[in-house]
């Protein structure tokens, strides 16, 4: 449990999670997660903005008590429906039984659809606004980001954001929640996590709502994950920015392969070492067997080269890869540099299928798909070499 007042008005009441091993039950936690909540406290009302997940929800209800004492929250705005903010909404009702519950019309819906609540909530439309008294509360329709109720609530008077899940993070809030008071650079890379996890297939949708929050001015982002960002708040607009709109973050590579007996390792290791030969610093190699789709997706946002390497499988490709090159393609991964080996032992399969792949509009194969019979020789290794020297020499070009 965890209050702080952030603002004049603001009040950060959101809970730490470093029990739940994944997150929506596939992503890992190494480091945690935040369910973020703010009570705002204006002169004549209260709200509370987004819930926590409902294993949490008792410890929000002592925190929103610890702050009003013997008034009660007048309203409960959901930024966001899901579950792991809007699970305490029940108990949020039960508590303070005259809460009212404030979403557009498709977030009222859901509230319907997963709690049975239809009494006590009030619909707004982009650009409403809601009086607190000294503190106004006006809401942005965002939907999409990531799912399609999603809505922003700017607190007009201090310039504060709740963004619901933009600009969030995974990793716990280790003792301060504002960005000023403690050292951000472990939540940078589990931006990137979150982001191409969660939020990566709806880059556009995301453009979007920048383009909707433009005339807005904002000092403080409150998201319901991870620090509340203000000294840089313009950094993580700017990562926001890069990573929806698909643009690579540098220009190292990710190498993601499979290999059951060890023959295509050995290329994806060759190709790696031609991309060291060129100049190629920051390579993140992961054996899809033993990496996380999680880490993987990060890095394939995070670099602008790619290298996939894949056994044919029942005249097919290495499921592993191919679930891979499906989560690649459902979040339009676009502007990479590619490069592709494949192996097998009778029929070229996976090279075909890697080929086209990396073919696919938006991306670039950089070489043509080298095809591994068999046990490599040491031509074909050193084509392979060859082939990330291409690579590299693109990208250090770039
Ligand atoms: C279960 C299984 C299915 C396979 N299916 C095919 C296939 O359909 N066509 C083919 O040419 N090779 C097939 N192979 C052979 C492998 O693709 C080939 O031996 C490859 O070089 C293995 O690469 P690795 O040493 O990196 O594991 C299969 C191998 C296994 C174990
Ligand atoms: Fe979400
Ligand atoms: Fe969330």
Not at 40 to 47: M, P, Q
Request: proline share 4%; with cysteine.
């Amino acid at each position: 449990m965890k209050t702080e007042q952030i603002s004049k008005s603001v009040y950060y009441i959101g809970v730490n999670d470093r029990t739940t091993h994944k997150f929506e039950a596939m992503w890992p936690l190494p480091f945690g997660v935040s369910y973020n909540s703010y009570l705002v406290r204006g002169s004549e009302k209260s709200a509370v903005i987004d819930g926590v997940e409902l294993s949490h929800a008792l410890e929000q209800v002592d925190e929103i008590k610890a702050i009003l004492g013997d008034c009660v929250p007048d309203y409960l705005v959901i930024n966001h429906m899901e579950p792991d903010h809007s699970g305490a909404v029940r108990i949020l009702r039960q508590a303070f039984p005259d809460i009212k519950i404030v979403g557009n019309a498709l977030t009222i819906g859901m509230v319907k659809g997963f709690y049975g609540i239809e009494d006590d909530t009030m619909t707004v439309a982009d650009g409403d606004t809601l009086s607190l008294g000294d503190a106004t509360l006006r809401f942005v329709l965002t939907p999409m980001v990531h799912w399609p109720e999603t809505m922003m609530t700017v607190l007009e008077e201090e310039r504060v954001l709740f963004a619901g899940d933009a600009f969030g993070c995974f990793g716990a809030l280790n003792g301060a929640v504002v960005d000023a008071d403690m050292e951000t650079a472990r939540y940078f890379p589990e931006m990137v996590r979150y982001y191409s996890n969660i939020v990566g297939k709806y880059g556009a949708f995301v453009q979007r709502a920048f383009a909707r929050l433009k005339g807005t001015e904002v000092e403080t982002i409150c998201s319901t994950h991870g620090p509340v960002w203000r000294e840089q708040a313009a950094k993580v607009m700017e990562l926001y920015n890069s990573l929806s709109s698909y643009e690579p973050l540098d220009n190292g590579v990710t190498v993601v392969y499979g290999s059951m007996y060890g023959n295509t390792e050995a290329m994806a290791e060759a190709v790696a070492e031609g991309l060291a030969q060129a100049g190629v610093r920051d390579i993140a190699m992961h054996n899809v067997a033993c990496s996380d789709l999680s880490f993987i997706l990060a890095d394939l946002f995070r670099h602008r080269g790619l290298v996939i390497a894949a056994p044919t499988y029942s005249d097919s490709i290495f499921p592993p890869v191919g679930q891979f090159m499906d989560a690649m393609a459902l979040r339009g991964v676009k502007n990479r540099l590619i490069a592709v080996t494949g192996s097998h032992t009778w029929a070229p399969k996976a090279t075909r299928m890697l080929a086209d792949f990396a073919a696919m509009p938006g991306n670039e194969l950089v070489a043509e798909a080298l095809a591994l019979k068999q046990a490599p020789t040491n031509e074909l290794l050193e084509a392979a070499r060859g082939m990330g020297r291409v690579l590299g020499e693109r990208l250090t070009n770039c």
